[in-house]
């Protein structure tokens, strides 16, 4: 793995413990909202899609049973935007899971302005 993944649910998605009701993710939006506003953070990133269900599309082989999203997972390690706010993974990999993390990371490491208070 070359770039940093990140995963994010699939919209629009059933949770069968609560009904045939569809949901989408309000932490993985706001990431989705960030994306868009600015694209060369999704052109520096491995963004992958998954499902509700678990296991989520493959993500288990880096972080086991913590499938919570959105999640960066870094295969090779912390970089220097990530220490301190990432938690370990299966082997090397370190992960953010938190959305607030996982937004403060994107900033740092993108050089993005800073939401306001």
Known sequence: MTKTILYLLR????????????FYCRQCLIVEGLLAVFPHVRQNLDVRYVD???????????????????????????DDCSIGISRSGISAVRRIEDVEDVLAYLIKRFDLPRPHP
Do not use: K, W
Not at 11 to 22: L, M, W
Not at 55 to 75: I, K
């Open 11 to 22: 919209s629009d998605f059933v949770d069968t413990q609560i009904g045939d009701t569809p």
């Open 52 to 78: 509700f269900d678990r296991p989520r599309g493959g993500m288990e082989m880096y972080v086991g049973d913590n499938q919570s999203c959105p999640q960066l997972v870094f295969a090779a390690g912390d």
